[in-house]
Nanobody
Framework: QVQLVESGGGLVQAGGSLRLSCAAS????????MGWYRQAPGKQRELVATITNTGSTKYAVSVKGRFTISRGNAENTVNLQMNSLKPEDGAVYYC???????????WGQGTQVTVSS
């Protein structure tokens, strides 16, 4: 029903920046929340940031002030600007879309982010 594709992951030194992008396609409900989650080795997936269709954002405490989530200029896209990256930010980052008034959640395949010290 919904396909999500992430891009922009890679290797960066601590203190550097990366910009992740997610493009969604399929059938959408107007009211939705898109977000980024990450999963580090041996850890469960955790919320990084979310943004509603109206532009309201939420951030994990660990990334607040360093990461910025935004809707892209193209429809059904979301970006995550990551600045001042730390080694502990290293993880597979997943794009997600949630429909509060529709069927469940959809996930992208994930993009690897590695931060070297």
């Amino acid at each position: 029903q919904v396909q999500l594709v992430e891009s922009g992951g890679g290797l960066v030194q601590a203190g550097g920046s990366l910009r992740l992008s997610c493009a969604a396609s399929g059938t959408f409900f107007s009211i939705n929340v898109m977000g980024w989650y990450r999963q580090a080795p041996g850890k469960q997936r955790e919320l990084v940031a979310t943004i509603t269709n109206t532009g309201s954002t939420k951030y994990a405490v660990s990334v607040k002030g360093r990461f910025t989530i935004s809707r892209g200029n193209a429809e059904n896209t979301v970006n995550l600007q990551m600045n001042s990256l730390k080694p502990e930010d290293g993880a597979v980052y997943y794009c997600n879309i949630h429909f509060p008034y529709g069927p469940g959640d959809y996930w992208g395949q994930g993009t690897q982010v590695t931060v070297s010290s």
